[in-house]
């Protein structure tokens, strides 16, 4: 980078790339627009390179502006985060990563790494978000998260995926339901139900599974409701709203009036995988999964 470009240059064309505006970029920077005009353009110069298209009324990122933005952006977040764990080295502590996880992924495996990590590593920071599959994929494209946890079978090149854990489904009724677990035989007995199913969007591959089940029963279930919660699916069927078909783990952690018929007589399984970055350069992520590995969560 030359001498004569400085980080503020980076930060102030940064901003004027997302708002695509002089005076709102310039309120937001706490500067005037002529002198953010002045900065935008010494920076031009240096660069010997048009970056924003501007006239009367619209500003634009030129295409050699746009390719400037995203490798900007990127280099800014490595920069902050090398900043944040020199920080937290300074402090006595390790570093920190920042994990996504679909909600089932609470029940056993994100707790026990937890757990496993706390006794290892005891000063590493976690940021934990619970998220659907397609927004951990683009947070980890975009490294803002480090590690997810999804229910997905493909990710795209740049991402590692490996399988954690492998679980069954179960059948969810409300606690007074007439069937048991004594008496169930085969998913048939339910056909006449109304199901309450996660949305397809919140996992396509998820909900496909679930739909293999059904074929595997026989039958097309009537679909009266789509969530992307657990609990709102626990809650409907307690209210008798239809039944459910989830991931066996996630009977564990709720406290309400249903019950679950472990659907182990069938061949369907659903698989939860921990997906990474491979040009992610947290130091943490190796260990995190070195620790996922070897403790086989």
Known sequence: MSNRIEWRHLRYFLQVAEDLHFGRAASKLFISQPGLSRQIKQLEEEMQTVLLERDNKNVQLSKAGGYFNEEVKILLRDFERIVTHTKLLSKGQEGKISIGYVGSAMQNVIPDLLLNFRDSFPQIKFGLSEMDNAKQIDGLLSQRIDLGFVRLEKVPAELAIKP?????????????HALTKRKFKSLSQVKEETFIL???EYSPVYYNKVMSVFEY?????????????????????????GVSIVPSSLALGYDMKVKF?????IPQRTQLSVVW???NRNPVLKKVLDIIFRAKL
Not at 217 to 241: C, D, M, Q, W, Y
Not at 261 to 265: G, P, Y
Request: hydrophobic share 45%; net charge negative; glycine share 4%.
């Open 164 to 176: 954690v854990f492998e679980d069954t489904f179960s059948l969810v009724l409300p606690a007074d």
């Open 198 to 200: 996660f949305e397809k």
């Open 217 to 241: 029963g026989g039958f097309e279930p009537l679909i009266s409701h789509s969530t992307v919660h657990a609990n709102t699916i626990f809650r409907l069927v307690e209210n008798k709203f």
């Open 261 to 265: 018929i472990e659907l182990d007589n």
């Open 277 to 279: 970055n491979k040009a």
